[in-house]
């Protein structure tokens, strides 16, 4: 019914996405990562009112967690913090799981390049 840190995030660190929007429900994730840490996270969502509650629910479980702690979220952990969802709505739990893991592996995939480029100009 109240939805939380739905709303697009222009300056992100990264963003994940996930569905897809020609058919139905489409998810894209924001994220500002500090010190390994989500310390925000936002997202927009085209679905169903189950679409929005697993998205909703998604950004409540990550905010404050670690990067590791945050992949650790399932789609199972999203669907018991919303006792339940009805069986033919399970699958929108996969839209916040896996938008939210591609956001972050994505961030780590920046910061792994970022990393390498400083490494190989320092050594020089």
């Known amino acids: 019914m109240c939805p939380r840190n739905t709303h697009s995030m222009p300056d992100a660190d990264v963003e994940g996405s996930y569905g897809d929007p020609s058919c139905g429900d ?11 840490r989500i310390e925000e996270i936002s997202y927009l969502v ?13 950004s409540v479980l990550a905010k404050g967690k670690t990067l590791e702690e945050a ?10 913090a919303l006792d339940g969802l009805p069986e033919n709505k399970l699958h929108c739990s996969n839209l916040g799981a896996s938008a ?15 990393d390498s480029y ?5 050594s020089r």
């Open 26 to 36: 489409y998810l894209t994730v924001y994220l500002k990562v500090k010190d390994n």
């Open 46 to 58: 085209f679905g169903c009112c189950a679409s929005i509650a697993t998205s909703s629910m998604t």
């Open 71 to 80: 992949l650790n979220i399932t789609e199972e952990d999203i669907v018991q």
């Open 100 to 114: 939210l893991h591609n956001a972050i592996n994505k961030y780590l995939e920046i910061k792994r390049t970022e």
């Open 118 to 122: 400083e490494n190989s100009n320092s």
